[in-house]
């Protein structure tokens, strides 16, 4: 498992009111740009790949009434840092179904992940799928509508350090 504490900052937290994907993408990536954590031509793949490669997770699975949540990402090449970038979104977003590409999902939480390290990307999402397995739904519903960036990060922090001290 990684170091949480490297894991997400707080200055990389947000909170979307963007009503379609392209527009929350470009959003996160404005202000991830601005602060170094990703490179110019990241948007552009970021987009293209979630096109080509939809990451909307259906998490009817995980309980009731717990919001979809999609894990965008692209390849290390146009990240600077290793971090995981949650985003609330205040309205349902369309995204498509990783496992059944053609579904469209209405998503309420993304988990962007970056990681500079080419083969870094399946320990981030191992990590997000281990957060996914072992928190209640009753938690899981109640920080994925989160809307306050602070009440996220600390959230989120505290579950990812617990996790490590299991470990």
């Given at each position: 498992?990684?170091?949480?504490?490297?894991?997400?900052?707080?200055?990389?937290?947000?909170?979307?009111?963007?009503?379609?994907q392209d527009l929350v993408l470009?959003?996160?990536?404005?202000?991830?740009?601005?602060?170094?954590?990703?490179?110019?031509?990241?948007?552009?793949?970021?987009?293209?790949?979630?096109?080509?490669?939809?990451?909307?997770?259906?998490?009817?699975?995980?309980?009731?009434?717990?919001?979809?949540?999609?894990?965008?990402?692209?390849?290390g090449e146009f990240v600077n840092?290793?971090?995981?970038?949650?985003?609330?979104?205040?309205?349902?977003?369309?995204?498509?179904?990783?496992?059944?590409?053609?579904?469209?999902?209405?998503?309420?939480?993304?988990?962007?992940?970056?990681?500079?390290?080419?083969?870094?990307?399946?320990?981030?999402?191992?990590?997000?799928?281990?957060?996914?397995?072992?928190?209640?739904?009753?938690?899981?519903?109640?920080?994925?509508?989160?809307?306050?960036?602070?009440?996220?990060?600390?959230?989120?922090?505290?579950?990812?350090?617990?996790?490590?001290?299991?470990?």
């Amino acid at each position: 498992m990684t170091n949480s504490k490297k894991l997400f900052a707080p200055n990389a937290v947000f909170v979307s009111d963007q009503p379609k994907q392209d527009l929350v993408l470009k959003e996160v990536y404005d202000n991830l740009l601005e602060q170094g954590y990703v490179k110019g031509n990241f948007l552009s793949h970021i987009v293209e790949r979630e096109h080509n490669f939809p990451t909307g997770l259906d998490t009817s699975t995980l309980g009731k009434n717990i919001p979809n949540i999609a894990i965008p990402h692209t390849e290390g090449e146009f990240v600077n840092t290793k971090l995981i970038v949650p985003v609330s979104l205040t309205t349902p977003v369309v995204f498509h179904n990783m496992i059944n590409p053609e579904q469209p999902l209405e998503v309420k939480f993304l988990f962007m992940l970056l990681d500079n390290d080419p083969d870094g990307q399946a320990e981030l999402l191992a990590s997000v799928m281990d957060f996914l397995a072992d928190t209640p739904a009753n938690e899981l519903r109640e920080v994925f509508n989160f809307t306050d960036p602070h009440a996220i990060y600390a959230f989120l922090k505290q579950k990812f350090e617990d996790k490590e001290k299991e470990d």
